[in-house]
């Protein structure tokens, strides 16, 4: 296998656009070069609005490799710790500014390689813009305590560290933001990183660590291992030498990343799954809770972890709310997300377009009825994709799998309930708790609603989706283990702290005993 991008007889790349040429051939990223997987075996990112594109050849992760980048962090970590943090932060600054210049570029490529239409990659890549920017601001404050000593002569602070070479395992719906999120607070704390990004969008990741590389950053501090989550992610969770692992994908894999770090002591930050609710109350302006519906549950074709994928409509404006989601969702356009004029794009994978579609089965089967979609789409250029209808189901009980469980797609269930109590109950009545909203005019039920919604983030007259970096994002119950990502307090998820005691007295001084 050649690596290091093209191929000798490629054409130039052109990211963005379909290839019919030999695909270009990517090794992992370790120690800032490009290096084959150790046994050789390598596997294929697809476009998948053009399932016969081919985005590139990567090198497949065994723990051998994972090995290989373990140790060139670990070599990378004394000077990155060394490295005065203000200095850190320029090249954070350095690497968001370069994402800027590139942002057309990589979210043309992020549509191509995952599918989410253009406008939304482009949010995407500004997600990272915005954390790259917002951390580097940390590396002048990163603030610690000075507090006062029960002691004469004797002084009592604070100081970040690093917790070492660490982990980051990435999923595929968000492929620059999400990596993103975890490597830029990492590397701001003085860690090492070993990124296992999620085999379907294994270029998103490396052009974003190759940004940070053409910023400054010393070869070593980030380093990518390409793969599957069997083999290089399992690998990369219970090597002995990471310290913290940072997770986001599906709660079942956080199970089994939870696990392994328990026995071992790691560190572990998970952000889970979703399901997610928007609640539509009587008063509410339906207009914008229908607008509101429609991005939540079909942006990025529903594969958000914020995705509205209930809609919990008070009865008396339920057939009203429903008809007029059904009506405008009928129109939305699917397609390539770099089509003019396509408002939803593709499902990731084969795999996941089969599963969606059994989710309708198992809706029909337990009698909730089906107003919209639940097909796979074909025809008008969608047979080389993996399409599926925008699916609406209404008369859903709380209680069904199609509101209980994570579908990941674009199917919404709108659930129609008697009152605001009723509503409350339903919303919280999944074992997540990421996004919750409510739409109301009435500001006691707003506010009622803000303090009853059992979730990290709760919205009131806006969708499940739409959070800013500069608050903590993550979720409640079984959508994480307690950890946030992004907000100010972020620098705690990747950095421990240490307490300095100095005694300047001369003599020795017991505390607790030797107190006057
Ligand atoms: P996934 O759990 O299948 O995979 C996520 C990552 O884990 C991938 O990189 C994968 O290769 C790796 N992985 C798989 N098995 C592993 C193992 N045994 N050990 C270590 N790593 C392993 O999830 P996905 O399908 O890629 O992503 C979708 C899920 O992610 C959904 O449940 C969604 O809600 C969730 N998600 C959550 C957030 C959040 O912030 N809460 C954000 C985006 C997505």
């Not at 990421?434 to 005019?441: A, E, G, K, M, Q």
């Amino acid at each position: 296998m050649t690596v290091g991008g093209a191929p000798p007889d490629a054409p130039p790349a052109v990211e963005g656009a379909p290839r019919a040429t030999t695909p270009a051939a990517f090794g992992h990223l370790i120690g800032g070069e490009q290096r084959p997987a150790k046994d050789g075996r390598t596997f294929e990112s697809r476009n998948p609005a053009r399932r016969s594109d081919v985005v590139g050849v990567f090198a497949r992760g065994s723990p051998a490799d994972v090995d290989a980048a373990v140790a060139a962090a670990s070599a990378a970590f004394e000077g990155w710790r060394g490295t005065p943090w203000p200095r850190r932060a320029e090249i954070i600054l350095a690497a968001s500014l370069l994402l800027e210049q590139r942002k057309e570029e990589l979210a043309r490529l992020m549509t191509r390689e995952m599918g989410k239409v253009l406008t939304e990659a482009r949010g995407d890549v500004q997600e990272a813009i915005d954390m790259g920017k917002f951390i580097a601001g940390e590396g002048r404050r990163a603030y610690g305590e000075t507090v006062p000593s029960e002691l004469r002569d004797k002084w009592a602070m604070t100081m970040r560290q690093p917790f070492g070479v660490v982990g980051c395992i990435t999923p595929w719906n968000f492929p620059v933001a999400i990596p993103s999120w975890k490597v830029f607070p990492a590397i701001m704390a003085g860690n090492a990183v070993v990124l296992k990004p999620a085999e379907d969008t294994p270029l998103c990741a490396l052009r974003f660590v190759e940004t940070l590389q053409d910023a400054g950053l010393p070869a070593g501090v980030v380093n990518i291992v390409f793969g599957y989550g069997e083999d290089a992610g399992d690998a990369l969770v219970r090597h002995p030498d990471v310290k913290a692992v940072y997770f986001t994908g599906s709660v079942a894999t956080g199970r089994l990343v939870s696990e392994v770090c328990g026995r071992m002591l790691k560190k572990c930050s998970l952000e889970l799954g979703g399901k997610n609710a928007i609640v539509v109350l009587a008063d509410a302006d339906l207009e914008l809770a229908v607008d509101g519906a429609l991005w939540g549950a079909f942006g990025t074709s529903g594969q958000r972890c914020t995705a509205s994928s209930r809609l919990i409509v008070e009865r008396p404006v339920a057939a009203e709310f429903t008809d007029r989601l059904v009506g405008r969702a009928s129109q939305l356009r699917l397609g390539y997300g770099l089509d003019a004029g396509v408002d939803v794009g593709p499902v990731i994978n084969e795999t996941q377009l089969q599963r969606i579609h059994g989710y309708t089965g198992v809706g029909r089967d337990e009698g909730a009825v089906l107003a919209l979609g639940g097909e796979i789409a074909t025809g008008n250029g969608l047979d080389d994709g993996w399409f599926y209808r925008p699916t609406v189901f209404t008369e859903v009980r709380p209680e069904m799998r199609i509101a209980q469980e994570e579908i990941f797609g674009p199917t919404t269930a709108v659930i129609p309930v008697e009152s605001l109590d009723a509503a409350l109950q339903a919303a919280n009545s999944t074992h997540y708790g990421l996004s919750l909203s409510v739409y109301t005019n009435d500001l006691r039920k707003a506010f009622r609603a803000i303090h009853e919604l059992h979730a990290g983030i709760v919205y009131v007259n806006a969708p499940t989706i739409g959070a800013e970096i500069q608050l903590p994002f993550g979720g409640t119950r079984d959508t994480g283990n307690g950890h946030r990502e992004a907000g100010g307090h972020v620098l705690d998820e990747f950095s421990e702290w240490k307490s300095i005691y100095i005694d300047y007295s001369g003599r020795l001084q017991r505390a607790q005993i030797d107190t006057e």
